[in-house]
């Protein structure tokens, strides 16, 4: 059963590293300027940067109460606990898991998507760095749960 979990952690690893790399390529296309945006830096996108921020740091809230209600240590040792056979409650717990850090890290990409809709709305190459900083800062808080809940799920199998 151990096997199994390091498998799929690794796996889960991936699949969370991935979803945030897209951040890079936001970032690219910020830094090289592609495609050329006219800046402009009126009303309308002073108010857009405030909404995305404010947005930003919703997701943050909404990531941190969704990881403790999905990946809780009692909701996971629960839904372990939940049948009898050992290697069908640890294929129950990794699929809390796997979805649980999906939803983790499209969250977190929503920030760098922010920052891209930030630099398309105004051509500034600037600001929308703080979303991309804010996706990284998203991704070590992510990846620190998940190594919680690794060793977490490896009491549990092991």
């Known amino acids: 059963m151990t096997e199994y979990w390091e498998r799929e952690y690794g796996r889960i690893k991936t699949i969370v590293f991935v979803i945030y790399l897209a951040m890079i390529v936001y ?33 943050f809230v909404i990531s941190i109460f969704l990881s403790n209600i999905l990946l809780s240590s009692e909701k996971l040792s629960q839904k372990f606990r939940s049948v009898t056979d050992q290697t ?6 990794v699929s ?16 760098a998507v922010n920052g891209l809709i930030l630099y398309l709305l105004s051509g500034d190459a600037t600001r929308p760095w703080i ?18 809940v690794h060793e977490d799920v490896g009491q549990m199998s092991g």
């Open 88 to 93: 069908q409650g640890l294929k129950l717990v």
């Open 131 to 148: 979303f991309f900083i804010l996706t990284l800062v998203h991704y070590t808080i992510t990846m620190a749960k998940l190594r919680r």
């Open 96 to 111: 809390q898991v796997r979805i649980g850090f999906i939803v983790m890290a499209a969250l977190g990409e929503a920030c």
């Open 27 to 59: 970032a690219f296309l910020v830094f090289s300027g592609i495609p050329s945006v006219q800046y402009q830096w009126e009303q309308t996108q002073k108010i857009t940067l405030l909404v995305l921020l404010a947005e930003a740091i919703s997701i």
